[in-house]
Structures are given as structure tokens and as C-alpha cells.
């Protein structure tokens, strides 16, 4: 089975610019998740999309949005880049099964290197 | 809210020698518990988990158990290789439809020959 992907893997973008990133979830998962990871503040939780609605977000400004398709695929937009937001956005993707229970593991993609200037 | 302590790294050891990440968490609930291994260049791999009390995760002759008493979840294995080297992350998840992972800082370890 194939993994997550992530497309693309490298980005270099000048600010005030804008992003879309693209991942595609393993087959049959219906939960993707976004991550930005940064040294200074290691790996913090974006949103999540699960049957095509955000069912969780994270504390990040409204610059930063996503959508979930049909087909379970997502991307992930920023807009009006700032250099703070250089970081590896990464995707992960679960089941997501939508009743009470344990987490569903979550696999994650190598990632978008986003470099802004 | 929830949140994930980490030892702190970076950690060098021999091959051969035995190995020790802490991980102590802070959540309401009962929480899934995770530890993730990422290598240089690359997205995180799921090393192993464990989703009750007691219960004991193991991968890759890693360890590591849910002790809610002390709400640790130590990651150790018994003699380290060069290919250990990475950095590795402790996690947590509240469950219920919640798939937000909670992350540690990340220790990286570093096994010399």
C-alpha cells in the first residue's frame, strides 16, 4: 500500500506571496492532519480535515487554511507569506474513525520544506 | 491544556550501550501515547504506541510502557546501533475523534562505533 505523499517537496516562496500545498492520504484513511515543524517551536498541530470538514484546529492565524476533497486528498494554503512561516509542513493521514475510542495511528508524509524570503 | 515533557538532548551513546528517553505527559482522560522516530531529510515514522494503562509498546526492540500512575511513557532499548541515530519524538493524543498529536520537543540521539 502506498504512503502519504506530499507534493511538493521543496517550495521557496518571497513574503506577501502565497502556498498550496498538496497530500494525499494513504488509501482508505479518511482523517488528514497538518503539522508545521520549526526548531525554534518544534511540531505544532495545523487542523484536521476528516470527511471533507475541519473537525480540529490548531492556534494559528487565519492566513493559514486547508480543505479535504472527495476523495480524501487535502491541501493546505497560507496566504501572504510571512519568513516566520519557513518551516516543514507536514501531512498525516489515520482511519479517522469517527466514534469514541483510541486514536487511530496516524502516518505521516516526508513533508514540504517551505522557505520563505 | 495537554502537553508532552521530553528529555532533553541531544544524547550520544555507544553501540551496544542502553538506552533511555524520558517522557512524562500532562492530559485529561486516558490519552493514547506514541513515540515517532524521524530521520535526517525525512517525514516521522511511527516507532510504536500504546493505547491503556499498562499497556506495553515494542517495535524494533524499543520499548516502552503506559504507567498512568507516574503518566510516563519511557522509551528504552537494550543495546543501541549506529542506525538508531535519529531524533525521536513522544506524543500524545486525547482520542475520541480528537487526532491531534501533542508532541515533546524531540531528543536526538546519536550512537557512535
Known amino acids: 500500500k502506498a504512503g502519504v505523499t506530499q507534493t511538493p517537496r521543496y517550495l521557496i516562496k518571497t513574503r506577501g506571496q502565497q502556498v498550496t500545498l498538496s497530500c494525499s492520504p494513504i488509501?482508505?484513511?479518511?482523517?488528514v492532519s497538518w503539522y508545521q515543524q520549526t526548531p525554534g517551536q518544534g511540531l505544532q498541530f495545523l487542523f484536521e480535515y476528516f470527511s471533507e470538514t475541519q473537525r480540529n484546529k490548531g492556534n494559528f492565524p487565519g492566513r493559514f487554511s486547508g480543505r479535504q476533497f472527495s476523495n480524501s486528498r487535502s491541501e493546505m494554503n497560507v496566504s501572504t507569506l510571512e519568513l516566520g512561516d519557513s518551516a516543514l509542513y507536514l501531512c498525516a493521514s489515520s482511519l479517522g474513525r469517527d466514534s469514541g475510542g483510541a486514536t487511530d495511528t496516524q502516518y505521516f508524509g516526508p513533508g514540504t520544506r517551505l522557505t520563505v524570503l | 491544556g495537554d502537553s508532552v515533557t521530553q528529555m532533553e538532548g541531544p544524547v550520544t551513546l555507544s553501540e551496544e550501550a542502553f538506552l533511555t528517553i524520558n517522557c512524562t505527559y500532562t492530559a485529561t482522560g486516558y490519552p493514547s501515547l506514541f513515540w515517532y522516530v524521524q530521520y535526517p531529510g525525512e517525514g516521522l515514522q511511527l516507532l510504536l504506541k500504546?493505547?491503556?494503562?499498562?499497556d506495553k509498546g515494542s517495535n524494533k526492540g524499543f520499548e516502552a510502557t503506559y504507567r498512568k500512575e507516574t503518566t510516563s511513557f519511557h522509551l528504552e532499548k537494550g543495546s543501541v546501533q549506529v542506525s538508531d541515530s535519529a531524533v525521536y519524538f513522544c506524543a500524545l493524543s486525547a482520542g475520541f475523534g480528537n487526532e491531534k498529536l501533542t508532541f515533546g520537543t524531540g531528543t536526538r540521539l546519536t550512537i557512535i562505533p
Open positions: 500504546a493505547t491503556k494503562a499498562d
Open positions: 488509501s482508505g484513511h479518511r482523517s
